[in-house]
C-alpha cells in the first residue's frame, strides 16, 4: 500500500503519513493512532512502544 492509499484509507493527510515513515514526526494525536490501528487491524499496544528518558534533555 503507498502512503497515498494508507492516508486516503486512514483519512490522514498524506504529507503527515509520509512524516511519519521518515521519522520526523515527535508528537502524534491519539486520534491518529486510533486511526492507523483501525486500518492495520490492530491494538494499539502492538503499535506503540514505550521508551524510557534518562532526562529531561533526551525528551527534545
Same mark, same amino acid.
Given at each position: 500500500?503507498? &502512503?497515498? *492509499? %494508507?492516508?486516503?484509507?486512514? $483519512? !490522514?493527510? &498524506?504529507? %503527515?503519513?509520509?512524516? =511519519?515513515? @521518515? $521519522?520526523?514526526?515527535? &508528537?502524534?494525536?491519539? *486520534? ?8 492495520? @487491524?490492530?491494538?494499539?499496544? *502492538?503499535? =506503540?512502544? !514505550?521508551? *524510557? %528518558? ?7
Amino acid at each position: 500500500m503507498s &502512503q497515498r *492509499e %494508507f492516508a486516503r484509507a486512514t $483519512g !490522514l493527510r &498524506q504529507a %503527515f503519513i509520509n512524516d =511519519m515513515c @521518515n $521519522g520526523k514526526t515527535k &508528537q502524534i494525536p491519539v *486520534e491518529n493512532i486510533v486511526s492507523i490501528c483501525s486500518e492495520l @487491524n490492530i491494538a494499539i499496544h *502492538e503499535l =506503540m512502544v !514505550l521508551e *524510557e %528518558f534518562d532526562s529531561e534533555e533526551e525528551r527534545k
